[in-house]
């Protein structure tokens, strides 16, 4: 989400240790020990923990891409990478918890290998992946907000009863904007593929 905003921001340099790369770097690394601590001891609290410091981290690494001016190609790679990560690690974990059924996932996971092979065409083609979108940022907002509120939501205590429409209500609504983002990256490589298929012709 943070590096997202770095195509706009003019020429992207070939830098690989700057700050807001080994921020996305420490993000990475904890997706394993994010999904160990959900799968493993179920220690769901430290699991939030890890998923607030990534949230936090993901923040920070792209003001200071831009404060530092340290905007970068691997940047730009790492953060929605990281982001992805997180989400399918997240889901793979709920579903073998049964808190979310298996069908979520699988929609979820079928958009983003549709969005995987149109980036893919699109490439072949000779063109850019298309921009993240504000609808794909607040896709990615909501569900990473709706990841710690579902694993608050398992309880009974009066916190848990609290956390879980709040919870219920960011998943659904990022999903469906998950989803609506996903169908715009197929329109844009429709009328990218028709472009080409006109200068072909033309």
């Given at each position: 989400?943070?590096?997202?905003?770095?195509?706009?921001?003019?020429?992207?340099?070939?830098?690989?240790?700057t700050i807001p790369n080994v921020l996305s770097m420490l993000r990475l690394a904890g997706v394993?020990?994010?999904l160990y601590l959900l799968l493993g001891p179920q220690a769901d609290g430290w699991a939030i923990a890890v998923l607030m410091f990534s949230g936090f981290t993901d923040w920070l690494d792209g003001k200071i891409?831009?404060?530092?001016?340290?905007?970068?190609?691997?940047?730009?790679?790492?953060?929605?990478?990281a982001d992805r990560l997180y989400t399918l690690a997240t889901i793979l974990?709920?579903?073998?918890?049964?808190?979310?059924?298996?069908w979520v996932a699988a929609v979820l996971v079928g958009r983003d290998l549709l969005v995987a092979v149109c980036i893919a065409v699109l490439r072949r083609g000779g063109f850019a992946p298309p921009e993240v979108t504000y609808i794909g940022k607040a896709a990615t907002f909501n569900l990473?907000?709706?990841?710690?509120?579902l694993?608050?939501?398992?309880?009974?205590?009066?916190?848990?009863?609290?956390?879980?429409?709040?919870?219920?209500g960011l998943a659904i609504w990022g999903g469906l904007l998950f989803l609506w983002s996903g169908l715009l990256y197929v329109v844009q490589t429709r009328a990218a593929l028709r472009t080409l298929v006109s200068r072909v012709r033309g």
């Open positions: 989400m943070a590096e997202d905003a770095q195509s706009s921001a003019g020429e992207l340099s070939d830098r690989v240790w394993p020990v994010f891409a831009r404060w530092l001016n340290q905007t970068s190609r691997l940047g730009a790679l790492l953060d929605p990478a974990a709920f579903v073998l918890r049964d808190i979310v059924p298996w990473m907000y709706s990841f710690p509120l694993l608050l939501g398992q309880g009974a205590s009066t916190a848990a009863t609290a956390a879980r429409p709040i919870a219920y």
